[in-house]
């Protein structure tokens, strides 16, 4: 087999490469340079010798970095075949293995300036000998895993790699540690051993014990976590560089602790040291919060050192404690005003007063504290200012109460605590200002318990439609100004106004309007109109949505008929009406007129039915037609006998006849008649046409006054 690079040209470079890093950051080394190159301090105690064999060139200490040298320190060993034909070198460590020891490592890389697999076969290896046996604990030669080198002074190596070796078997017993180069054959091509980092790790048997002085706390409780550090007393090693981490779960929150020592940003207790059966205590107090995520929370207690622990299963302990659970269920209804804790009403009537109850229930199984249930009232209940907060105690004794609050501004209702099984209600006496559907909704928004739900509640108040309609009747003249007599034959005007206080529009409007039987209705001259703000008004002929009854004196008009929709709230939307009539009433006759409206009749309700019906009246005056005529006769009984002559000293009748064609008698009538220059009172007689024709001598006649 041939070579891969010729050697000339591998001896001038090898040569030109090696005297570079010799002159530079390396020195040949003596046994002990070497020693204390590649043994960490805390094993360089159980090194009792080192022997090197081979060249002075062969054994040297370097401090440049090249592929991952040095692994620990500043300086690592090359033990190389030196350019001698057969050329080899030994470095030799005697070590004490303590007792307790269980690994020793060291870190090793495997160079060589012969080509990959080549036929001269250079090798390294590393073998421990207790006197009886040997072990071969590494092994590398040209056919290793070889990649390019970088930085060694050779062309290929090994990559870097820690051998890891079980030294319990020779605990307490001497052992001697042989690191070998060998060159096969040929000269001036150099292979070679990197050594560092040698290290012999001892045992210690470290445990922690982690206890909570409250597994079941309440929410703002301080607790105390008890955190023990041991090194065992079957421990063969003082444990050094002990760390304790103790990462307080989410539940709580820290608040001190016993020892500097412990870092609460990071988590960690620096213990220090333990010496066999040593231990060591930290006490960590913490605050539980409010609003945990969880039912439990658990504290690890996690132990580490820098010796080797054999025993693992002590090293982590862990404490748990258990969140207070606390789960709210909501019941919204609504009570009547009578009696709140009275039974539940689905249906209220506008402008009345109504109980909104909210009821929240304790499920447990931990009292629940600080709960907050937000219960904004719904548009169109409106608080009073009245409220209570109760406490039930199951025995249905209400205790008003001192552990509960309302704001009307937020709706939050605070309750400082409810045990578990206990219920605590809110009322809220409100009015109801507006109809339709009033849904009150209440939620859990905080307690300071785990829980698995926050608890939700509706209820849904029925306001049907309203419309207080009320009707206002005057009895007026035709010039528009209220009456209270008026004479026989007359124009009497019925004015009504009809009008809607809502708050809803009045779906079905229809005004009746009760006159005297018999009174003759002049439509021509009546006239409606629809709102306060239009001046326009429609002359009752032009309608078609009203009758009258004259035989009954019975006006009917359906205004939201005549609307063509319902009749809108609002004193701007008032209906009225002048109907005007022949006053046919008299003798002093009171004539009494009744108007009404019923918006009830489909179906909605008048929160007010006092104004829904109004009535005026007027007095009809007494009237009579008198009448009188004049005449002369000859015989006062005989109407037969009337003259227009009458000769000079001759008797004659002067006849008076009063009439009255009514409707009424006329009571104290008077009559005068002075007689004229030339006729000469003598008598007179009275007779009354009651059917008899009956003259009377009267003395009724005052003939100086002719009264």
């Not at 190159?37 to 370097?62: E, M, R, Y």
């Not at 509706?458 to 007599?485: F, M, Y």
Request: hydrophobic share 35%; glycine share 6%; net charge negative.
């Amino acid at each position: 087999m041939q070579k891969n690079i010729p050697k000339g040209l591998l001896m001038i470079s090898l040569t030109f490469l090696f005297t570079l890093t010799i002159a530079g950051a390396a020195f040949a080394a003596t046994g002990d340079e070497v020693t204390n190159a590649i043994v960490t301090p805390n094993t360089l105690p159980f090194v009792n010798s080192n022997s090197t064999n081979g060249g002075g060139d062969q054994f040297v200490v370097s401090t440049t970095p090249a592929q991952g040298f040095p692994t620990n320190g500043s300086s690592y060993a090359n033990i190389n075949t030196g350019n001698d034909a057969e050329s080899s070198a030994k470095f030799t460590l005697n070590l004490t293995i303590p007792q307790g020891a269980k690994t020793l490592s060291f870190d090793w890389m495997y160079a060589t300036n012969e080509g990959s697999q080549a036929y001269f076969n250079d090798w390294a290896r590393a073998d421990i000998t207790d006197g009886t046996s040997t072990q071969n604990i590494l092994y590398a030669d040209t056919y290793s895993n070889l990649v390019l080198a970088q930085g060694l002074g050779y062309y290929y190596a090994t990559p870097t790699q820690k051998a890891i070796i079980d030294v319990s078997p020779y605990a307490g017993r001497s052992i001697r540690l042989d690191f070998s180069v060998y060159d096969a054959w040929d000269t001036d091509v150099t292979s070679a051993l990197f050594i560092d980092n040698l290290h012999i790790v001892p045992e210690a048997d470290v445990s922690v014990v982690n206890d909570v002085d409250d597994n079941t706390p309440a929410i703002g409780q301080m607790i105390k976590y008890t955190i023990r550090a041991y090194n065992n007393l079957n421990s063969l090693n003082t444990a050094t560089g002990v760390t304790v981490i103790d990462a307080l779960p989410d539940g709580v929150t820290f608040d001190h602790a016993s020892s500097a020592d412990y870092d609460s940003a990071n988590d960690v207790w620096n213990v220090g040291t333990l010496l066999p059966g040593e231990m060591k205590i930290l006490y960590i107090w913490a605050t539980v919060n409010a609003h945990p995520t969880s039912t439990s929370y658990t504290n690890t207690a996690i132990i580490s050192g820098n010796e080797h622990d054999w025993n693992l299963t002590n090293n982590n302990e862990s404490e748990t404690i258990y969140s207070p659970v606390a789960n709210i269920t909501l019941a919204n209804e609504f009570r009547n005003s009578d009696n709140w804790d009275g039974g539940s009403i689905t249906t209220a009537h506008y402008l009345s007063n109504v109980w909104a109850i909210v009821k929240a229930h304790n499920n447990g199984p931990d009292t629940a504290t600080n709960v907050t249930i937000q219960d904004m009232l719904p548009a169109g209940l409106t608080n009073t200012d009245n409220w209570y907060s109760v406490s039930y105690d199951g025995g249905l004794t209400w205790t008003n109460g001192p552990d509960g609050s309302y704001n009307f501004g937020t709706g939050n209702w605070t309750i400082n605590s409810i045990a578990s099984g206990a219920e605590c209600w809110l009322a809220i006496w409100t009015k109801v200002t507006t109809t339709g559907d009033k849904i009150n909704q209440a939620a859990v928004t905080q307690l300071d318990q785990y829980y698995t739900t926050l608890g939700t509640a509706s209820a849904t108040l029925q306001v049907p439609s309203e419309a207080d309609v009320a009707v206002n009747k005057t009895w007026e003249n035709t010039s528009g100004s209220p009456i209270t007599n008026a004479n026989y034959l007359d124009t009497v005007v019925s004015h009504i106004i009809v009008t809607n206080s809502g708050p809803d529009n009045a779906n079905s409007v229809v005004l009746t309007d009760h006159l005297p039987a018999g009174f003759q209705l002049n439509a021509a001259q009546s006239y409606v109109r629809y709102g306060q703000l239009d001046s326009s008004r429609w002359n009752l002929t032009d309608c078609t949505d009203w009758s009258y009854d004259q035989a009954t004196g019975l006006f009917t008009w359906n205004i939201t008929k005549h609307l063509g929709d319902a009749m809108y709230s609002g004193l701007a939307n008032a209906c009225e009406v002048w109907l005007y009539f022949t006053n046919t009433a008299h003798n002093n006759t009171q004539v009494l007129n009744t108007a009404e409206v019923d918006p009830q009749s489909s179906g909605q309700y008048d929160p007010n039915t006092s104004n829904n019906v109004a009535t005026s009246f007027y007095t009809a005056n007494a009237a009579a037609n008198v009448g009188i005529t004049k005449e002369f006769r000859t015989d006062y009984q005989n109407s037969t006998s009337t003259t227009t002559t009458a000769n000079y000293h001759t008797l004659i009748w002067a006849m008076v006849h009063v009439t009255n064609e009514g409707p009424d008698a006329v009571d104290g009538l008077h009559v005068t008649d002075i007689l004229p220059e030339g006729l000469t009172y003598l008598n007179e007689y009275f007779v009354s046409h009651d059917g008899g024709l009956t003259w009377t001598t009267a003395d009724i006649y005052n003939a100086t006054t002719g009264v």
